[in-house]
């Protein structure tokens, strides 16, 4: 009973502390600031999520096959190499990658993607090779004894096995990705970054919010659908969440 009662009281102490803030949030006039940002916000997330669904799509595309690539046999003398070069270059800021893309590329939205590619791809590799190499050898020989051919066995017996680890890591790489798209504003991209950093010039706290906050509500719902789709997708057995 003490329990159910801490419980109601920290109900109505959220309720308070939602009607609290609407009221102050109204009688400051924050929220007409924020309805006057309202066209910019629509039009830039529309440019936000461009930017992250080319620059995530082309990473999954080429993350997953080279993750594959490594993780077979007979690439073992070079994959942990490959794998430990990957590592380095998440410790790159990925400023420093948009702006080392932008000196070659110059400025616009592909060396944004550039960047963001890069950025989003060393997640996923990492999670498919790990998730991978970590099915049970057990397995490998049952699937290897009923006289399945390499192909069968990574389609049949490996990929299952490894995708819940898979989109894991493409659930790490897009929230990374839309994270890090407004700094492609700084390179002349777009996206919500132009609300952030604008805000940031002007002082303007309520303008850099207009940006902020609907670049975590991106992150939120994509993060959402991605493991909706896992939930999905992941067999029932390897998938923590269908147990």
């Known amino acids: 009973m003490p329990t159910l009662n801490l419980s ?3 109900r109505l102490l959220v309720l308070v502390a939602f009607f609290v803030a609407g009221v102050w949030s109204q009688s400051s006039g924050v929220i ?9 916000i629509q039009y830039l997330a529309v440019q936000h999520l461009w930017l ?12 997953i096959p080279l993750g594959i690539l490594l993780s077979r046999p007979s690439m073992a003398k070079v994959a942990e190499s490959a794998m430990q070069v990957l590592n380095v270059g998440t410790t790159i800021p990925t400023l420093a990658v948009l702006a ?3 000196s070659f590329l ?4 592909v060396p944004a993607i550039f960047g963001l590619f890069v950025a989003t791809l060393l997640p996923i590799t990492r999670n498919t090779y790990t998730g991978l190499k970590g099915v049970s050898p057990a397995l490998m020989e049952a699937a290897a004894g009923i006289g399945m051919s390499p192909t069968q066995r990574l389609l049949r017996v490996e990929l299952p096995n490894a995708l819940y680890v898979i989109f894991a890591g493409i659930r ?3 929230a ?7 700094l492609a504003f700084l390179i002349g991209a777009g996206g919500l970054g132009e609300l952030i950093f604008t805000g940031i010039d002007l002082y303007d706290p309520v303008m850099m919010l207009s940006g902020a906050i609907p670049t975590a509500l991106l992150a939120v719902v994509v993060d959402m659908l991605i493991a909706i789709t ?7 057995g390897v998938n923590p969440g269908r147990a």
Do not use: E, K
Not at 230 to 236: E, S
């Open 8 to 10: 109601g009281a920290m």
């Open 32 to 40: 007409d600031d924020f309805i006057f940002y309202l066209p910019d």
């Open 52 to 63: 992250t669904a080319v620059s995530g799509s082309l990473a999954i595309l080429v993350a």
């Open 100 to 102: 080392l893309s932008m």
């Open 106 to 109: 110059g400025i616009g939205t």
């Open 172 to 174: 790490t790489a897009l």
């Open 176 to 182: 990374i990705n839309i994270g890090t798209v407004p």
């Open 230 to 236: 896992a939930f999905l997708v992941v067999p029932r």
